[in-house]
């Protein structure tokens, strides 16, 4: 992906909705691909081969424009906790829109590990992100994960998981 090929995606993120499929189309056609979905997945593939950390963050701008499905879920798991690149936020965001259980034991690993790009930070934005994923995710297994988070060392990390555990419980009623 060439500089200007991003410049081009991420052109998408301010286009006003009335003119968003008609940009859509322009990207799909640019790269050669014949529907949105499937350049998603090979923009995404070819960033992780690459190891190239602004494609990662390109390509999930266009798989988010043409939606997220079982395939890219499989390789949002496989980069999630990737130190190559800086968009585990987004990542963690996307995971937890699944609701998908399996997304568990990745999602416990956002909430705990501190990606170099983000050591220093106190706010801990992914791991709040994370145990917000955790917390709704269905089951007697994301529960525990947020009993287990609440004796975690760091207070955000706590006090994030304490909330969800909470707010699980208002909502069982």
Same mark, same amino acid.
């Given at each position: 992906?060439?500089?200007?090929?991003?410049?081009?995606? @991420?052109?998408?993120?301010?286009?006003?909705?009335?003119?968003?499929?008609?940009?859509?189309?322009?990207?799909?056609?640019? @790269?050669?691909?014949?529907?949105?979905?499937?350049?998603?997945?090979?923009?995404?593939?070819?960033?992780?081969?690459?190891?190239?950390?602004? +494609?990662?963050?390109?390509?999930?701008?266009?798989? +988010?424009?043409?939606?997220?499905?079982?395939?890219? @879920?499989?390789?949002?798991?496989?980069?999630?906790?990737?130190? =190559?690149?800086?968009?585990?936020?987004?990542?963690?965001?996307?995971?937890?829109?699944?609701?998908?259980?399996?997304?568990?034991?990745?999602?416990?690993?956002?909430?705990? =590990?501190?990606?170099?790009?983000?050591?220093?930070?106190?706010?801990?934005?992914?791991?709040?992100?994370?145990?917000?994923?955790? +917390?709704?995710?269905?089951?007697?297994?994301?529960?525990?994960?947020?009993?287990?988070?609440?004796?975690?060392?760091?207070?955000?990390?706590? %006090?994030?998981? %304490?909330?969800?555990?909470?707010?699980?419980?208002?909502?069982? +009623?």
């Amino acid at each position: 992906m060439t500089p200007e090929d991003s410049e081009a995606i @991420f052109s998408l993120v301010h286009v006003p909705q009335a003119e968003r499929d008609g940009a859509m189309a322009k990207i799909v056609k640019r @790269f050669g691909e014949t529907d949105g979905r499937t350049l998603g997945l090979r923009l995404l593939r070819e960033a992780i081969d690459q190891q190239y950390g602004d +494609g990662l963050v390109a390509a999930s701008v266009v798989a +988010g424009s043409f939606g997220f499905d079982a395939e890219h @879920f499989d390789i949002l798991i496989r980069v999630a906790t990737a130190e =190559w690149h800086t968009d585990h936020e987004n990542i963690a965001t996307t995971l937890a829109s699944y609701r998908d259980i399996r997304a568990l034991p990745t999602l416990v690993k956002l909430a705990t =590990w501190i990606p170099q790009h983000e050591e220093g930070d106190d706010i801990r934005a992914l791991a709040v992100k994370a145990i917000w994923g955790i +917390g709704n995710l269905p089951g007697s297994e994301a529960e525990d994960a947020l009993r287990d988070l609440t004796h975690d060392e760091d207070k955000v990390v706590r %006090e994030a998981a %304490e909330y969800q555990l909470v707010r699980r419980a208002k909502q069982a +009623g």
